[in-house]
């Protein structure tokens, strides 16, 4: 039976890739630090025999015993409310995670594919962005720690890959959707959705012209399996080619709950976070 180690398995796309890896027929360890992670994505595998979880932090040294065919590498804050609040551990599970799971990967003779993000774009100047273009990332602003940790993660699998030869695939992951997905993580569809259940009023900030490509999480995880199986070695974006405006998709919300909730256009919103760093309108919509 194959294997697969799967880090950051408790979190929301972590938990459907192990669900997905189950149903394929191989054997899953599942590994996660639980800091933003939870364990009851995961709860329904724990009866399984094919399936076995570390409680670890993988900035830290990694002992899997036994063979393994495949590392995903998932483990990272995601959600800009988690990774604003431990910009530390972000960039470490970016940096000194990664450098771990290539180690482990070099050691095993195992394929790794790691999870990149859109974010590696900054705030693009190209729409839409393809994998040639190489962003306008801020590495100082509040976004920079999650932005840059992605960009390093990805050029040290690079490294590996070109220096040890080890085999490996690099997915770009946009805005993804689905059961598991927390409903205060701080993005764009999952907080219209949370106000819309709890009978509030929708909020927009900036003018509600961003856009946004939304992929449910299944069609991400076939993309993503897909990857995993390909020869291809270079960055791969894996999303909705299809964009929709903030302001557009709310009210599409406001219709589909068949409410009286209203929407509002905050314009001129200016957040401080604790830390002194100002978010500008809109970014907390991602």
Same mark, same amino acid.
């Given at each position: 039976?194959?294997?697969?180690?799967?880090?950051?398995?408790?979190?929301?796309?972590?938990? !459907?890739?192990?669900?997905?890896?189950?149903?394929?027929? *191989?054997?899953? @360890?599942?590994?996660?630090? #639980?800091?933003? &992670? =939870? $364990?009851?994505?995961?709860?329904?595998?724990?009866?399984?025999?094919?399936?076995?979880?570390?409680?670890?932090?993988?900035?830290?040294?990694?002992?899997?015993?036994?063979?393994?065919?495949?590392?995903? !590498?998932?483990?990272?804050?995601?959600?800009?409310?988690? *990774?604003?609040? @431990?910009?530390?551990?972000? #960039?470490?599970? &970016? =940096? $000194?995670?990664?450098?771990?799971?290539?180690?482990?990967?070099?050691?095993?003779?195992?394929?790794?594919?790691?999870?990149?993000?859109?974010?590696?774009?900054?705030?693009?100047?190209?729409?839409?962005?393809?994998?040639?273009?190489?962003?306008?990332?801020?590495?100082?602003?509040?976004?920079?720690?999650?932005?840059?940790?992605?960009?390093?993660?990805?050029?040290?699998?690079?490294?590996?890959?070109?220096?040890?030869?080890?085999?490996?695939?690099?997915?770009?992951?946009?805005?993804?959707?689905?059961?598991?997905?927390?409903?205060?993580?701080?993005?764009?569809?999952?907080?219209?959705?949370?106000?819309?259940?709890?009978?509030?009023?929708?909020?927009?900030?900036?003018?509600?012209?961003?856009?946004?490509?939304?992929?449910?999480?299944?069609?991400?995880?076939?993309?993503?399996?897909?990857?995993?199986?390909?020869?291809?070695?270079?960055?791969?974006?894996?999303?909705?080619?299809?964009?929709?405006?903030?302001?557009?998709?709310?009210?599409?919300?406001?219709?589909?709950?068949?409410?009286?909730?209203?929407?509002?256009?905050?314009?001129?919103?200016?957040?401080?976070?604790?830390?002194?760093?100002?978010?500008?309108?809109?970014?907390?919509?991602?």
């Amino acid at each position: 039976m194959k294997r697969v180690l799967i880090t950051g398995a408790a979190g929301f796309l972590g938990s !459907h890739l192990c669900d997905r890896f189950i149903k394929e027929g *191989y054997e899953v @360890i599942g590994m996660d630090n #639980l800091i933003t &992670g =939870s $364990l009851k994505n995961i709860e329904h595998l724990f009866p399984l025999p094919q399936f076995s979880f570390y409680h670890h932090d993988v900035s830290r040294f990694i002992h899997v015993p036994g063979h393994l065919d495949y590392i995903l !590498h998932f483990a990272s804050p995601a959600s800009p409310i988690d *990774y604003l609040k @431990i910009p530390i551990q972000t #960039l470490k599970v &970016g =940096s $000194l995670g990664t450098h771990n799971c290539l180690g482990l990967a070099l050691s095993k003779k195992a394929r790794i594919l790691v999870a990149s993000t859109s974010e590696i774009y900054g705030d693009p100047l190209v729409h839409p962005q393809n994998e040639d273009y190489w962003g306008n990332v801020n590495p100082v602003g509040p976004r920079g720690v999650y932005d840059e940790a992605k960009r390093f993660q990805e050029a040290i699998t690079m490294a590996y890959h070109t220096y040890h030869g080890v085999e490996t695939r690099i997915v770009r992951i946009f805005n993804t959707y689905g059961p598991r997905m927390r409903l205060n993580d701080g993005r764009a569809l999952p907080a219209f959705i949370g106000q819309a259940l709890r009978g509030e009023d929708i909020t927009v900030f900036g003018d509600g012209s961003q856009t946004r490509s939304f992929c449910y999480v299944s069609d991400l995880v076939e993309g993503i399996y897909r990857l995993l199986l390909s020869d291809y070695a270079q960055p791969m974006n894996i999303g909705n080619p299809d964009e929709i405006g903030l302001q557009a998709f709310a009210e599409e919300i406001i219709a589909l709950t068949g409410t009286t909730q209203k929407l509002f256009i905050v314009r001129c919103l200016l957040m401080i976070q604790s830390n002194g760093n100002r978010i500008l309108p809109g970014q907390n919509n991602y």
